[in-house]
């Protein structure tokens, strides 16, 4: 079983950056697959970018193509999400989820576990 924990949300202006993190425990990290999605209010829960197990592979939402770039450090059991040039459209709840086998998805469904979130606002 793997445990999922979110950290690094907050209120930023637009234009402005954040990095998120997702710290996991649990032995099968390595060999996870992982991804970003993300929920804003009123609307369903979508996919952000993903990233394979040993991070070759990456795939984005095309609206944060570009401006976010997803990243981990199997050493430390953590995944990351750098997002610049900040929208308010980008405002939304953020969570990390891992799915086995190790490659990258967009499908919430094939994801496995997932952690509890984070809270992005940004400001116009």
């Known amino acids: 079983q793997v445990q999922l924990v979110e950290s690094g949300g907050g209120l930023v202006q637009a234009g402005g950056s954040l990095r998120l993190s997702c710290a996991a425990s649990?032995?099968?990290?390595?060999?996870?697959?992982m991804g970003w999605f993300r929920q804003a209010p009123g609307k369903e829960r979508e996919f952000v970018a993903a990233?394979?197990?040993?991070?070759?592979?990456?795939s984005y939402a095309d609206s944060v193509k570009g401006r976010f770039t997803i990243s981990r450090d199997n050493a430390k059991n953590t995944v990351y999400l750098q997002m610049n040039s900040l929208k308010p459209e980008d405002t939304a709840v953020y969570y990390c989820?891992?799915?086995?086998?190790?490659?990258?998805?967009?499908?919430?469904?094939?994801?496995?576990?997932w952690g509890q979130g984070t809270q992005v606002t940004v400001s116009s």
């Open positions: 989820a891992g799915r086995l086998p190790g490659a990258p998805s967009y499908s919430i469904k094939e994801y496995d576990y």
């Open positions: 649990g032995r099968t990290f390595s060999n996870s697959a």
């Open positions: 990233i394979s197990w040993g991070g070759g592979r990456t």
